[in-house]
């Protein structure tokens, strides 16, 4: 085990544990990317759609975080959404980046499960935006894999 220069303890990130998460987020997003006319008469017309892209954006987030935490060990980035933080702080991801995976009104999926009953004309918006993000963050966080970190 090496240090950093503040002392910390340097752990080497699990590469094979980050791989496999971002296969399923490939897959997730992919599922996404499958939906149809989504709009709210398709929401209105199938209520198991809402819920099927509400577990999607669940998973995703999930992952993500398990992903943050996997990518920083030896470090606590907190709750899932502090997680894209702390991504951001250690150059995996840019702020902007950040910010659109942990919105400010709340995850993704949260967000689809207010809209579903009382603005359905919202889901589509928040969807895409969701696909957009995380298909960013695969593909930096492969790129930030490719790299190397974590080698000593």
Request: charged share 20%; proline share 7%; no cysteine.
């Amino acid at each position: 085990m090496t240090t950093s220069s503040a002392g910390a303890a340097h752990l080497p990130v699990d590469r094979a544990s980050i791989e496999h998460r971002l296969i399923t987020m490939r897959k997730s997003v992919g599922q996404l990317d499958g939906l149809e006319a989504l709009d709210s008469a398709r929401l209105a017309a199938d209520p198991g759609a809402g819920l099927v892209i509400e577990r999607i954006l669940a998973l995703l987030y999930d992952l993500a975080a398990a992903v943050n935490s996997a990518a920083l060990p030896g470090h606590s980035p907190g709750t899932p959404a502090t997680s894209f933080g702390a991504a951001e702080e250690a150059g995996i991801i840019d702020a902007e980046l950040a910010g659109a995976l942990a919105p400010a009104d709340g995850p993704h999926h949260v967000l689809v499960q207010l809209y579903l009953d009382t603005e359905p004309e919202r889901v589509p918006a928040i969807v895409a935006a969701a696909r957009s993000a995380y298909r960013e963050y695969v593909r930096r966080v492969t790129d930030w894999i490719a790299a190397g970190p974590g080698e000593d």
